[in-house]
C-alpha cells in the first residue's frame, strides 16, 4: 500500500470512529396501579358481507360503521407475570353507528354503567359495573374495544436500535385483531425513528403482517399495517394508528366478504378523577360477585336481571324464554293485573299440562306465600325419562302480573337460586304505562 493510501485509510478511520453510534431506546411499557389514562380511539369501517344462499347465488349486504369511545382508565390489579389483571373505566363517550344493508343501528352507555371494571382472563375481558346491571350491547361494547395495557406486546421489551426487527407478541396481535385464535401469521415490528414531537421525544415503531384465524363469525384472515409512537420519558405507548383489511369466510371456504378499516388511538395520563381516587373507588364492588355481574334487558314492560349464565332464547312483548348451558329454561309471562291465575290455578294448570305431556308427578310443595304478593309452588316430575325439577313464582301488583317458571335439573342449587334471585322484585320490574292491556294473554 503507498503512503497517501495509508494515510486516506487512516483518517478514513479515525473519522468514522468519532461518529456516534446509532440511536437505540429501551422500549418496555410496565403498568402499575397508581395515575390514569385518558384514551380515545376512533375507527371507522366499510365493505360488504356476502350471505350464503342456493346454488350460490347469495345476497351481498353492504356494511359501514364508525365509532367515538373515549374513557379515562385505572389499573387495579397486576397478575403474576406484571400485566393488568383488573382495570376500571369510566367512559365519557361512546358513540357506536353501523349499518347492515339497509338495517341501522347505534349502541352505547347509559349514564349509570359509564363506570365499568374489566376482568382480563387469558386474552379475553370480563367486564361488570359496580355501579348497575350491563345490557349485552354495553358488554359487548366493551369486549369489542381495546383493552390498552395489552398493546405493550407491541413493544420488544429491550432496549434496540433503529432498524432493528422483532416479532409482536400473541395476544397483543389477538387484541389488535378481534380474533379468538390465530392459526398463522404475526406482526412484524421495527423501530423506524426517534423523533421529537410537542416537545416529547418519541419512537417510532411499524407493524404489518398477515394473520389467519378465526374470530366468533368464524374462519377470517387480516392483512394489517400501521405505526405507533413511544412516548420515551414515560414509557408508554402514546398513540397508534391502524389500517387493516378483513376478509371473511363463508361455507366451505367461500368468499364472505371484505371489510377495510381505519383504527386510531391516543393516550395521555393524567390524575385519577374523583371516580378513579381511592376515595372514589372506596364503596364500590370492584371485584365481580353475584350482583354486580348480573345482565339487563328491558323488553317493552318488563325489566328483567339475570345472571350471565343464562341468555336470552326468545323474548317478546309479554313473554321471554331464558336458557341455561345445561338445558334448564326459565319462562316469565305478564298478565294485566287481575287476569293473571292464582297460585292454586297455576298448579292445577301446570299438573294438567304434565299429564297431557305423559310425564309422571312425584313430591308437590306449595303454594304457599312468601310475603305480600308472591306466592311459590314447586314439583319433581319425570319429563320424557328424565327427572326435572319445577318451580314456580306468581307476583301480582296494580300493575300487573308476573309468573316465573323454571324447568331445572335435580339438584342444581345454583339455577334454584338464581330463579328465586328473578322473583324477587328488584330483579323483575313491570312499567305500567308500557303494558298494552289489550295484547295481554289471560292467562300462562
Given at each position: ?100 344493508g339497509d338495517q341501522a343501528q347505534e349502541s ?19 367486564p361488570f359495573s359496580p355501579d348497575s346491571p ?135 395520563p393524567i390524575d385519577p378523577p374523583d371516580n ?169
Amino acid at each position: 500500500m503507498r503512503c497517501p493510501d495509508i494515510l486516506v485509510f487512516c483518517l478514513s478511520s479515525l473519522v468514522s470512529g468519532l461518529q456516534p453510534a446509532p440511536e437505540s431506546v429501551k422500549l418496555l411499557e410496565t403498568p402499575g396501579t397508581s395515575g390514569a389514562w385518558r384514551v380515545d380511539t376512533r375507527s371507522e369501517i366499510a365493505g360488504s358481507l356476502k350471505l350464503p344462499g342456493a346454488n350460490g347465488q347469495g345476497k351481498v349486504l353492504a356494511v359501514r360503521g364508525t365509532s367515538a369511545i373515549g374513557y379515562e382508565e385505572r389499573n387495579l390489579a397486576l397478575d403474576t407475570k406484571g400485566g393488568v389483571e383488573r382495570a376500571v373505566r369510566v367512559y365519557h363517550k361512546a358513540e357506536i353507528k353501523r349499518t347492515l344493508g339497509d338495517q341501522a343501528q347505534e349502541s352505547g352507555f347509559r349514564p349509570e354503567a359509564r363506570r365499568v371494571v374489566l376482568l382480563r382472563r387469558d386474552t379475553q375481558e370480563v367486564p361488570f359495573s359496580p355501579d348497575s346491571p350491563l345490557t349485552r350491547s354495553e358488554i359487548e361494547l366493551v369486549r369489542t374495544d381495546v383493552f390498552t395495557s395489552a398493546l405493550a406486546g407491541l413493544l420488544p421489551g429491550r432496549e434496540v436500535g433503529i432498524g432493528v426487527s422483532w416479532a409482536a407478541e400473541t395476544p397483543a396481535v389477538r387484541e389488535l385483531t378481534a380474533m379468538v385464535a390465530i392459526r398463522e401469521g404475526g406482526l412484524a415490528c421495527k423501530l423506524a425513528e426517534v423523533q421529537a414531537i410537542d416537545g416529547r421525544k418519541v419512537a417510532r415503531v411499524t407493524f404489518q403482517g398477515v394473520v389467519n384465524g378465526s374470530n366468533e363469525d368464524g374462519p377470517c384472515k387480516q392483512e394489517l399495517e400501521g405505526f405507533l409512537y413511544f412516548d420515551i420519558a414515560r414509557a408508554a405507548i402514546a398513540y397508534i394508528s391502524l389500517r387493516g383489511k378483513h376478509m371473511l369466510s363463508g361455507p366451505n371456504g367461500q368468499d364472505g366478504g371484505t371489510l377495510d378499516g381505519r383504527f386510531v388511538l391516543t393516550r395521555t395520563p393524567i390524575d385519577p378523577p374523583d371516580n378513579l381516587t381511592d376515595a372514589g373507588l372506596d364503596n364500590a364492588r370492584l371485584v365481580p360477585d353475584d350482583d354486580n355481574t348480573l345482565m339487563l334487558e328491558e323488553l317493552g314492560p318488563l325489566r328483567l336481571e339475570y345472571p350471565r349464565r343464562w341468555r336470552i332464547g326468545q323474548a317478546r312483548q309479554e313473554q321471554v324464554v331464558l336458557d341455561g348451558a345445561d338445558g334448564s329454561g326459565v319462562l316469565v309471562t305478564l298478565t294485566p293485573a287481575g287476569k293473571g291465575p292464582t297460585p292454586a290455578a297455576y298448579l292445577d294448570e301446570t299438573k294438567a299440562w304434565l299429564a297431557k305431556s305423559a310425564a309422571n308427578t312425584g313430591r308437590v310443595d306449595g303454594p304457599r306465600e312468601m310475603e305480600p304478593g308472591l306466592s311459590t309452588f314447586s314439583l319433581d316430575a319425570t319429563l320424557k325419562g328424565k327427572p326435572v325439577r319445577m318451580e314456580y313464582f306468581v307476583r301480582t301488583s296494580a300493575e300487573g302480573c308476573i309468573l316465573i317458571a323454571g324447568r331445572l335439573n335435580p339438584g342444581d342449587t345454583g339455577a334454584q337460586a338464581d330463579l328465586a334471585r328473578l322473583a324477587d322484585r328488584k330483579s323483575t320490574r313491570l312499567n305500567s304505562s308500557h303494558i298494552p292491556l289489550s295484547r295481554m294473554p289471560s292467562s300462562a
